[in-house]
């Protein structure tokens, strides 16, 4: 790390020679302070993304999802045509489940590996953070409290410890846009070359986890960040070495699954990106502002922040190069996601480790500069929040509310720990804003949620696992199934039937949901039961009986012939069927 840092510092020093860094070097800038700063935040961060990852089930349906794909693919050795249930699955690229695979094939197929690659990709989204602070020259310092501001947003948190594919995405679009700018920067051509070289395989890659969406926020981040450097020439010459490298990456996997599923491309391109982009009636409509409106949520508790950092962005003018890059970086990709008529929190989390960058300088800038006020009032108002928060439980315990509480009476302890993590909050955040120390104070503030956030992992409803996480259900009721059964379930607890009984040879009833397209082929038109046949398919002979997995609604509101037995624990169902009646 030390050398690429120096490499990369002295390239900078070389391009603008006379400049002033943005902050001076803090008295531990360097040597045994600074290795002590860098423990404690890789330690923050394993405590709060690796050591818990195992404690709480997987959740429907993204989690089993992306947990059976990469299963299946280590059971057939097929790592080409991803497959959900033994059905063509074409809604994303392979690379997210490879890494899954990986992650599977090292660790077991359990909870813990299922999320490995997420939060690791967390972790080195951070890790790319530190460093390119730490080469603008705004020292190792900020870029420490840049790197430790992006690890806790709550967006990132929250998506960075589920089995979902935002993270590796954001891993990928973050080291793209960081080579883009070392190469920027670089004055050598070799060197530029390198870096423009990474920023198309990182591109590829990135291609690789969500499609076209790859190519959209490094150009977004890019081309506005040239023009405003006066650079519109580089618009024409910069791009053909990444667009080089990216299809490089690409194509091997690009030609081998167009040899296999000629169709491949025209569902993924068209039905995928095209016309879910502008479709009429989208997944997930929201209006324009809604990402805005979302926002301070997604980076809280650092939105609280944010004032104090455009106070001293305000008198700063914004000069420096990277804090124009990350501001290019964060405002147009968030915008093109803003245009998109379907939207999901998760979809500007490639937004955030710039956002983190401009409140990291922002916040030690203003800091730096002897003013509190702002910071003060908002580190108050965090303590203020946290305060209210853990008054509202402790009131909820002492006059239980049905309507308002999601714990039941067992679950006291649970309800308790919040109070006492969000005191905890409440008292630091509170000595933050009484103090003047500038080191003191940001210690205090970013130790402030750290409890909070832990907690988080043993603290889930018995509730919400009880609509959430089937996989005790199915587990327990999997050793009831007679031997040589059919399986069929809902679309709704399709993937974890498949991940928990270790199958890939279940039957849909009457709704296909994300498999939809890949139930037209002639290999798994079948898989999908309508009523009649389902009810054909319990009265064979030879079928040595039929088990049937499903949400409690569906089943209640489904007009299915009487079962042997059935069961029904909260949220889902299993009924039995006797081949032999």
Known sequence: MKAVLDTLTNQDNRREQGSKTLHPPLPDETGLGMRKWIFAVLAVYVLLFIVPLGVRPLVIPDETRYAEIPREMI??????????????????????YWLSAVSIVLFGENEFAARLPAALSVGLTSLIVFLLVACRGAGKQVALIASFI??????VFGVGTFNVLDSQLTLFLTAACASFLCAFLSSEAKTRFLWLSFTGIFCGLAFLTKGFLAFAVPTLAAAPFLLLQRKARSLFSMPW??????AFTCLPWAVLIAQREPTFWHYFFWVEHVRRFFSDNPQHPQPFWYFAALLPLLSFPWSLFAPAAVAWYRKTKGRDILIRFSLCWFVFPFLFFSASKGKLATYVLPCLPPLAILIANGLNGYLEGGRRRLFSFFALSSSALAAAGAVVVIILVLFPFSKLTLFGPSELWKQLLIAFTLTTWAILAFLAGRLKERKTVLVLIAAAPLLAYFSTHFILPEGIE?????????????????EGAVVVSDEALAASVCWYLKRSDV??????GELEHGLTYPDSVQRLLNLDGFKSL????DAGGVVLFADSRFYARTALPPPKEVKTEGRFTIAIYNSTK
């Open 75 to 96: 059971e057939t050795g097929d790592w080409v045509v991803p497959r959900l249930n033994g059905i063509r699955y074409f809604e994303k690229p392979v690379m997210g």
């Open 150 to 155: 992006y690890l806790t947003f709550a967006e």
């Open 241 to 246: 070495i990444p667009i080089l490298f990216a």
């Open 466 to 482: 009880a609509r959430k996480a089937p996989g005790a259900f199915i587990e327990r009721h999997g050793i009831e199934i007679p």
């Open 507 to 512: 039957h849909l009833l009457l709704d296909g």
């Open 538 to 541: 319990t009265l064979k002979s």
